[in-house]
């Protein structure tokens, strides 16, 4: 991957809030073409770098580059202005709606004139068609959210992301709470779009062997730094097991 075009680099980014450092010091970088893992018990500070990274919260400190410029995100639209989206958790659907009323949720496309009618035909088409180039089997657009099965639903909220993202795409816990079937689909999506070679991914995951099987490359974050980083290829279960093992010995023993 070292040959793609770098999609982001942070530097020493520093995050405080009063007395407690969420963030102490942490560099990554993310290339397009690239899937990277971000591993780390609760409370590591994956998540808080995730929302410096979509423009939620700024840092304390650091640098933040995106497409070879040093940015200073001042909002998450800003940052999704620059092509940085994130699906998080709750991934932010509404149940009652239509499919391709989700997937142009706050950006909904509208017909000229002072009062700005919802085409809904154009977001069906459209939403039919950005589907169908991630390879996502719906049986139809018109059903609503609160009908499709988990997995489903984080297709969908992947979709919408994708929509909207040019050069960075940001999955917290993708596979949350999925069984094996509803899993291997949307590895199989995450796959796909890394294939597409535009977009820089990173996951937060907390299962190892998923990560492993899924990432380019991966990073291990405990106590808001980020302890240990290495090709995928190049480690295993075992040895993360090994690390997360010794800290925890240690932190007992202090």
């Known amino acids: 991957m070292s040959g793609h075009p770098e999609a982001l ?44 990274i979509t423009g939620f919260q700024p840092p304390t400190s650091g640098r933040l580059i995106i497409g070879g410029q040093e940015v200073a995100l001042r909002s998450v639209d800003h940052a999704r202005e620059l092509g940085i989206e994130c699906v998080y958790q709750d991934l932010a659907l509404v149940g ?20 700005r009618l919802l085409n809904n035909e154009a977001m069906r088409q459209a939403a039919i068609e950005r589907l169908g180039e991630i390879g ?21 909220a992947v979709a919408r992301a994708v929509g909207g993202a040019s050069r960075i795409l940001l999955l917290d816990e993708p596979l949350a709470a999925m069984g094996a079937r509803e899993a291997g689909a949307i590895i199989d999506l995450i796959l ?63």
């Open 9 to 52: 680099r942070a530097e020493n980014i520093v995050k405080r809030f009063g007395q407690v450092t969420a963030l102490e010091g942490v560099s990554i970088s993310m290339r397009q073409g690239e899937i990277l893992g971000i591993l780390g018990d609760n409370g590591a500070g994956k998540s808080t770098l995730m929302k410096i």
């Open 96 to 115: 009652g709606l239509s499919i391709y009323h989700n997937l142009f949720l706050n950006r909904e496309i509208t017909y000229k004139g002072p009062f």
């Open 136 to 156: 996502v089997n719906i049986p139809s657009v018109d059903l609503e959210v609160e009908r499709l099965s988990g997995g489903q639903r984080q297709a969908i």
């Open 192 to 254: 796909r779009l890394k294939q597409r070679g535009d977009l820089a991914i990173a996951m937060i995951m907390h299962n190892y062997a998923q990560t492993l099987d899924i990432a380019d490359r991966i990073i291990l974050m405990q106590r808001g730094r980020i302890t240990y980083e290495k090709e995928s290829a190049a480690t295993s279960v075992q040895e993360l097991m090994d690390i997360v093992r010794r800290e925890y010995r240690a932190m007992r023993a202090a």
